[in-house]
């Protein structure tokens, strides 16, 4: 199962960004999937995750209000609205796949990089 983050770039504090998560080999419909980010230096840590039921089992409290998970169900993908992007949101960015949310998700992708600077 190959995963793919994609919609990361270089943005001001205050800009917005929509990530995007996609997998090559099967429908991501049927899978919870999750956000994840890390940051030079620092522990990975989750951002959010939805389920297949479209249930958002969480969302980091640093991020509360500001990014928003959703799927869109045609195109087997998930999404990360990301606004009011703050410098210390910089971090690679990775979706995961797995039956659950929760720790341990079984499949991967590249990350993609978001830089929030001025």
């Known amino acids: 199962v190959q995963l793919q983050a994609s919609g990361g770039g270089l943005v001001e504090p205050g800009g917005s960004l929509r990530l995007s998560c996609a997998a090559s080999?099967?429908?991501?419909?049927?899978?919870?999937v999750g956000w994840y980010r890390q940051a030079p230096g620092k522990e990975r840590e989750g951002v959010s995750c939805?389920?297949?039921?479209?249930?958002?089992?969480f969302t980091a409290d640093s991020v509360k209000g500001r990014f928003t998970i959703s799927r869109d169900i045609g195109k087997s993908t998930v999404h990360l609205q990301m606004n009011n992007l703050k410098p210390e949101d910089t971090a690679v960015y990775y979706c995961?796949?797995?039956?659950?949310?929760?720790?341990?998700?079984?499949?991967w992708g590249e990350g993609t990089q978001v830089t929030v600077s001025s």
């Open positions: 080999d099967l429908t991501l419909n049927y899978y919870a």
């Open positions: 939805i389920t297949s039921a479209e249930y958002i089992t």
């Open positions: 995961a796949a797995d039956n659950f949310c929760g720790d341990g998700m079984t499949h």
